[in-house]
């Protein structure tokens, strides 16, 4: 007979737009017992108090941290340089930690990451909620169960709208492969696997988005160990009537077939006097609709209450994540100095600290 296991005590640090869809959906989990959040914007917390329940709503995510009875953590802050010390902390004291991307800002702090989960027998995993898409888990299929063949190359065009890339840039000047193509990288390389990048070579095009002294758009080729090339094209600056909307195009060509992934959402149009063209359920976490979830995080949130529940292992591996950091990295350095960067990462080419470099803001 299946075991029921016992109810596990969770905890979200950072309840905006993705920690509130995983506290609701923690919320209404039977594997959940008591829920904790943490958030420093009153307005939200408030907010998230009642449509959580929670027990402990606090300003202080440390108090999270510090409280034995909590097994699990999902950290969903922002800035993204606040994602290193939280979930050093979390996995110090023991906990489960689900992380959003992107892991750490530098190759060491991500290495310490892994070290000390693996150390303590701990789950610990990364963001990657494009692998819960089931459009994109359909591709994965397709290339693993033989479908189409051996796989010779693949194109991924990943474009956000302005609005939302606009937020993103407030929290630091990072490129477009570390905050949009990271989701691409990591899920080429997860439907290439046992594959692994050898080469990188990227350019980013400036733009609407100068300003911000971010490119508008960033293109990366990757050349896989065994000759297969993927090609990420990431962009945040298209207009608005696609508000917060992300607009993809994923191909996948084998030797024996061809798989072609419109996920544009141009299906559903709502048009109003008062707004416009707007098209919903059209950002990539997903939302609620009333009795429903439309779109990834839910399940992606799901999963790794599953796997602390049950004991079963996490989706997204951090030591794949490392592996799409480490190819982010590359891409910038191949950007910004204009040629191909073979992989392994030598250190030296990294900033002192290893890390992600700002950008400088300026065209080729
Ligand atoms: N997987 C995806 O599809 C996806 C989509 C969007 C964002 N993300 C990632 O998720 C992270 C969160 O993005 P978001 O759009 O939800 O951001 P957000 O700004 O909407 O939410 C972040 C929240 O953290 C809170 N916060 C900040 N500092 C805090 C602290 N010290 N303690 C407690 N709370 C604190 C803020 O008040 C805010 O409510 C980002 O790092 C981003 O890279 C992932």
Redesign the pocket.
Known sequence: MKQIPDPINVGI????????IRAVTAAASPLVGVLHI????EE?RSEMAIATDAETVT?N?EDLIVDPDIQALMI???P?S??YPMAKAALDAGKHVLL???MALSLEEADELIDIADSKGLKFTI????RFNSKQALAKRSVNDGTLGDPVSVLISRHIGRSLGA??GTRGKFSPAV?EAT?DIDFAFWCLEPRHPVRVYSQMAWGARSDQGVPDTQFLIITMNDGVVVNIGAGWSVPLHYPNAANTWIEFIGTDGALMLDASHRDIVVNTVDKGIQFPLST??GEFVDHVYAGP?ERETQHFLEAVAYDRPVMVDPKAARVTMEVYLAADISAQEHRVVELPLDRTELSPAGAASELSGSRA
């Open positions: 640090i950072g309840t905006g737009w993705c920690g509130g943490a958030e420093t914007n939200r300003g995510w969903s802050t922002t993204e606040v994602h959003e991307k992107p963001g990657y909620s494009q937020k993103i905050m989701h990539m976490p995080m």
